[in-house]
């Protein structure tokens, strides 16, 4: 167990190694370049060379990634050029990751609170209008793109009912105390209420469109897990024994049947981190994915590189984390010898 | 390997057992698609796409690329051309016949998504027929390659390489889209190569003297292409509603004289709240066409699938 855990982290680091090196190659080749960028086309071929040195980008490229990687370490990543222009881009990190942890945390807790149950109904009555209707729509969930969908919301319950904000984390006027950057924890802990109140309410229209595809994923696991679990051997032990059906269903079924959700669940991060990249541009949303919506869109590369690198590690740990609950929760794969 | 990648490689090794079973995998398959009202559907809607997108030259009422309602448009207030005479959906944001955009929309919608398909399976084939077929150390370094690319989530992959280009055009999109599926068909191809190394088939082609390239291409690959087929069905509604994504995000297709759905709806954002009709008909459109291509892959998957022959 402890060995398979040490190798998987060795290979988190081999892949944000390999990434940092292709994400820096790709920053150099690009047309322009940062001299460019910091004094314009006209500026004089001394003048370019001044800075070219200054900067360090007249060195071999190998050098010049080593530095990379020195300052990286202790945390510098270079200076933001278009997302907030001036401010380095570890700061930008860390003042929009807890906006989009806060907006995941959210969307998975809605897909699950409504997957579970409803793939555990619809393979109860399978054939039934209920499953028919849910799988449709767990279709239709991944068929249509997720910025749209979150377009149809923010039209209809924010502009049209006017029920919810149209954009952003939190009105202006209201005067909340931070803590820990989580707005909604923050207006928890201080008790300011209002606070609380609104950062939810802020939340609730791009968690919900985020939460369509992870929702149609859960769901079908559950659904199909159920299916299988329902014919096995043990269940019908459990029957033959005289168990009573409320605790067969409790203990046989829907424990036994959670295991592969458990693992979707996780590997639904990385469609999360896509899809906030969407829904928060359109919910002007000041989260990670917004950062990278506009990262590509004004070309700030510091900023996407230590932003692609974070979403990359976060997705590979957050795996990690996954394979070795699933290890803790079934006996079966524990006994097996931790896995290959 | 991860729980992700044992997915990909049960759905391949699931498929590769089948074939021991007494009626041939295919006719099984068939005889239970033929009464499937999802892939009926499915099918239909793909089918009515096909068509569409060959036949929308001689059905499209105007040239997409001329806006011919361009006196109509008034920028200042964000004026469009309304549905009239002879334009019965209206123009779009230059004043282009928008009904014409949204029939031959379906040509580049198409070729976008095969396009992409082919060649995340062209690099998936490659990869995968590499790994399956040689083992030892190829598939080793292929594999570790193949697991760096899918611990990248898949849209900021597409987006990373979209970025790469200075220009964008039509084949950047199609290039970044497909990229991120070569790791998912390398795996799955190799997973159902693997599982069929030591069957019997490949065992009495190799007793008979058979070379190994012919026993790769001849007697394993043809045998592990069913869930090859399942994947890129439903590659090509990914492939569809990705490059609709990479549009809105601004790494799209600058040039819109030939229309796509995907970039008709990115370029619709601006003006989404005052003109809703410009977004949802190539909206309404991906939707459906994507709800075809998965409709379809996942009935292909159930019928391929052994466990469900009961």
Same mark, same amino acid.
């Given at each position: 167990m402890l060995r398979y855990t040490i190798r998987r982290l060795l290979q988190l680091l081999i892949v944000v190694g390999v990434l940092s090196l292709l994400l820096f190659a790709w920053l150099r080749s690009l047309p322009g370049g940062p001299v460019s960028a910091l004094l /314009?086309? $006209?500026? =004089?071929t001394e003048s370019r060379a001044r800075l070219t040195e200054e900067l360090g980008l007249d060195q071999p490229i190998f050098v010049q990634y080593f530095k990379f990687v020195g300052r990286a370490l202790s945390g510098d990543f270079g200076v933001s050029t278009g997302v907030q222009p001036g401010d380095s881009a570890t700061e930008i990190f860390l003042q929009r990751f807890p906006a989009t942890l806060e907006l995941s945390f959210l969307a998975i807790v809605i897909a699950v609170a409504v997957g579970i149950p409803l793939g555990y109904l619809a393979a109860r009555r399978r054939g039934g209008w209920l499953d028919n209707l849910s799988v449709v729509s767990s279709l239709i969930g991944v068929a249509v793109p997720v910025f749209f969908l979150a377009f149809l919301l923010k039209q209809v &319950?924010?502009?049209?009912? /006017?029920? &919810?904000? =149209?954009? +952003? $984390?939190?009105? /202006? +006027?209201i005067d909340a105390t931070r803590v820990t950057g989580f707005f909604v924890l923050d207006g928890i802990l201080t008790q300011e209420w209002d606070a609380a109140w609104d950062a939810l309410v802020h939340l609730i229209l791009p968690a919900v469109a985020l939460s369509s595809i992870p929702f149609s994923v859960v769901f079908r696991i559950t659904r199909a897990s159920v299916l299988d679990v329902v014919d096995e051997d043990y269940v019908r032990t459990a029957e033959s024994k005289g168990l009573t059906t409320p605790v067969i269903r409790r203990r046989h079924v829907l424990r036994n049947a959670m295991l592969p959700v458990v693992t979707t669940i996780g590997l639904q991060t990385g469609a999360l981190l896509a899809g906030a990249v969407l829904t928060e541009k359109v919910f002007a949303f000041p989260g990670i994915g917004q950062a990278l919506a506009l990262g590509f869109e004004r070309r700030d590369y510091p900023v996407l590189l230590l932003l692609i690198l974070c979403a990359a590690g976060v997705f590979v740990l957050i795996n990690l984390l996954v394979d070795l609950s699933y290890a803790l929760i079934d006996p079966r794969i524990r006994t097996r010898g931790g896995g290959r | 390997m991860s729980t992700r990648t044992d997915k990909i490689d049960a759905l391949s090794e699931q498929a590769a057992r *089948?074939?021991?079973? *007494?009626?041939s995998l295919a006719a099984a398959a068939w005889r239970r698609l033929r009464r499937n009202p999802v892939f009926l559907v499915g099918s239909t809607i793909v089918l009515l796409f096909v068509v569409l997108a060959i036949l929308s030259p001689f059905l499209a009422p105007h040239d997409p690329a001329v806006p011919m309602l361009g006196d109509q448009v008034v920028r200042a207030r964000n004026q469009i051309p309304p549905v009239q005479e002879g334009h019965p959906l209206g123009g779009d944001q230059v004043g282009r016949d928008l009904l014409s955009r949204v029939l031959i929309g379906s040509q580049q919608t198409l070729l976008v998504g095969v396009l992409a398909t082919l060649i995340g399976l062209a690099g998936g084939l490659v990869l995968g027929t590499l790994a399956g077929a040689m083992g030892g150390w190829v598939d080793t370094v292929v594999m570790r390659a193949v697991d760096v690319m899918l611990s990248i989530p898949g849209l900021l992959l597409a987006v990373s390489i979209g970025a790469l280009f200075a220009r964008p055009n039509q084949y950047t999109v199609i290039l970044a889209v497909a990229v991120v599926q070569i790791p998912v068909f390398a795996r799955l191809l190799r997973g159902s190569m693997l599982a069929q190394r030591h069957s019997d088939h490949v065992l009495a082609a190799r007793a008979l003297g058979v070379r190994q390239r012919s026993i790769v291409f001849r007697h394993m690959l043809p045998n592990s292409l069913g869930p090859v087929i399942v994947q890129a069905t439903l590659v090509l509604a990914i492939a569809i509603i990705e490059a609709a994504a990479l549009s809105f995000l601004g790494l799209g297709n600058p040039d819109d004289r030939l229309p796509e759905w995907g970039q008709m709806l990115g370029q619709a954002q601006n003006v989404i709240d005052s003109h809703p009709q410009l977004a949802f008909w190539p909206a309404g459109c991906i939707i459906v066409v994507a709800l075809g291509f998965t409709l379809m892959g996942e009935s292909l998957r159930e019928a391929l699938d052994p466990k469900s022959r009961r």
């Open positions: /314009g086309e $006209r500026a =004089t &319950f924010a502009v049209d009912l /006017g029920w &919810f904000p =149209t954009a +952003g $984390r939190q009105e /202006g +006027g | *089948g074939d021991d079973a *007494g009626v």
